[in-house]
């Protein structure tokens, strides 16, 4: 039996050789890349058409979406949804916020907005054009 030096000298001896062969191996490596070509630009000391659409193509702002929104950013923004109720067949909302907790009914008023629509999950209100849902967190 074979004693602890001996099993390691003949560990790295073997991983000496194996390490050897492998390195005579061939490897095969990618060429390296060859950089971009620079834009050749021919133009006059002020001759513009030369470089004009290189430069349009490349400084041409990303497309905005512009969105209205639908309600004032603050309005409405201290209230949420907490759930819905029936009561004798009438569906109330409660909307906590402003210090408490209410319920609003269909055609009920919250701060001049109007509830115009109440759905299993969101209740709809409106004020001079402008709508605000408030939606049950999940």
Excluded at 38 to 60: N, Q, S, Y
Excluded at 69 to 89: F, I, K, N, R, W
């Amino acid at each position: 039996m074979m004693n602890r030096n001996e099993l390691l000298w003949s560990g790295a001896v073997l991983s000496l050789f194996v390490l050897g062969a492998l390195s005579f191996m061939p490897i095969a490596l990618e060429p390296p890349l060859e950089p971009p070509a620079p834009a050749v630009l021919v133009a006059e000391p002020g001759d513009a058409d030369g470089w004009a659409p290189w430069l349009e193509g490349r400084l041409r702002p990303a497309p905005v979406r512009i969105t209205r929104p639908l309600a004032p950013v603050d309005e409405l923004a201290g209230y949420s949804l907490v759930g819905l109720v029936e009561v004798d067949g009438r569906i109330l909302a409660v909307i906590a916020g402003a210090g408490g907790t209410r319920s609003l009914g269909l055609g009920g008023v919250l701060d001049g907005y109007e509830a115009t629509a109440i759905e299993a999950d969101r209740i709809v209100l409106e004020r001079d054009g402008n709508q605000v849902t408030l939606r049950l967190a999940r």
